[in-house]
């Protein structure tokens, strides 16, 4: 009889979430709907007969993404998986060891573990596209450096899980960065060696968070002017660091889990130039920016920042370098912004997992007339 009782109750439990959840959710859905997925979700597809094939696909996206109290249900199984067995992983990051977070998009894990490796092909295309670039510039009288700037996991690969058994310490840029230096004469900056050699020291990237602090902007700053040939700010000994508010990391949000990976110190770096840096005009910080700054008594060259989130804190200390430093994402960038603000150099930046876009590069920063010259 208990047994009976039991398989109804299960019977009607199962009816009640997926029958009952629907019909609250036409209630109350849209005040409790909410995206921390770090993506665009799907919209729902309308039905035609020119696009009947990919019909049932698009749909399936969108309704896998606006499953009924989806985002609170994610979030209830991440906060059981880690009170109960001290886990939280999704398919955007995962908890590694003391409470550190890591990215997981964009093949990031599989590249720290030596797994993605760049065919002979690949390589001599994305060198060919940035040689494309440089002779593009030259002909400009600027110079043309390619900065790379580390992912978290090739800094602090060691706090990953360790499911996540590095097979061998190379990675995509590793390759690219040899292939360059063998194939062609492009000024490149890699600070993964600095960077691991300091962060025993001092708080390099976030916790919780996919992107360096200011103390990894910082040396990566003094390493980019210093293999530029420019003299470079005091060393991080000869610096003070201070707190300077909390941090809310990007991947604690996509991990639904800010309730115990909330906030961290954010430590900015004070004291370390007597140089004043004006700013002439800034559009807020988010995923897209746009700034430029002005410096008296700084070297004379105009410097111009073409990059993806990670330039946003290196021109927050590059900026003390140079009479005027501009910084602007790349897909906000218009081909030719830079020659028309007579600037001497452009650095391109790039982290490691956005690599790739190196393949297309040109598109982004050589004007389409003059590729067709």
């Not at 696909?57 to 896998?64: A, K, L, P, T, V």
């Not at 990976?261 to 897209?288: C, K, M, Q, R």
């Amino acid at each position: 009889m208990w047994k009976k009782i039991k398989e109804k109750g299960f019977i009607g439990l199962f009816l009640l979430m997926i029958c009952g959840l629907p019909l609250l959710y036409r209630i109350v859905g849209p005040e409790t709907e909410e995206n921390s997925e770090n993506r665009t979700l799907a919209e729902k597809p309308k039905f035609s007969l020119a696009g009947y094939r990919e019909y049932p696909e698009r749909y399936e996206q969108y309704f896998n993404d606006h499953v009924a109290f989806k985002p609170q249900l994610v979030k209830l199984n991440q906060m059981i998986n880690y009170r109960l067995f001290g886990m939280a992983e999704n398919d955007q990051c995962v908890l590694g060891k003391e409470g550190w977070l890591f990215c997981k998009v964009d093949q990031t894990i599989e590249d720290y573990q030596g797994m993605c490796v760049y065919g002979e092909e690949q390589l001599a295309a994305i060198a060919g596209e940035l040689v494309r670039v440089q002779e593009y510039y030259q002909s400009k009288g600027i110079r043309f450096i390619l900065f790379i700037a580390p992912n978290k996991e090739s800094v602090y690969g060691e706090l990953l899980p360790d499911k996540y058994e590095q097979i061998r310490d190379h990675s995509k840029a590793d390759q690219l960065v040899g292939y360059l230096a063998e194939h062609t004469d492009l000024f490149v900056v890699y600070p993964k060696t600095l960077l691991r050699e300091r962060k025993d020291r001092y708080p390099l990237y976030y916790k919780y968070d996919t992107h360096w602090t200011d103390v990894g902007a910082y040396l990566s700053v003094n390493e980019l002017i210093g293999q530029m040939g420019y003299a470079t700010m005091p060393d991080a000994d000869q610096v003070t660091f201070q707190e300077e508010g909390e941090h809310v990391g990007d991947l604690a949000v996509m991990l639904g889990l800010l309730q115990y990976f909330h906030t961290e110190p954010e430590i900015g770096v004070a004291d370390f130039t007597g140089t004043e840096a004006e700013t002439v005009y800034s559009y807020p910080h988010h995923i897209l920016f746009n700034e430029k700054f002005t410096a008296d008594g700084a070297n004379p060259e105009k410097v111009y920042v073409v990059g993806d989130s990670f330039s946003a804190k290196l021109a927050e200390y590059l900026k003390y370098s140079f009479s005027e430093t501009t910084v602007i994402h790349r897909m906000e960038y218009t081909p030719g912004l830079a020659e028309g603000e007579e600037t001497d150099i452009v650095v391109c930046e790039v982290v490691e997992r956005y690599m790739d876009e190196m393949g297309s590069i040109s598109e982004v920063l050589i004007p389409k007339a003059e590729e067709m010259e």
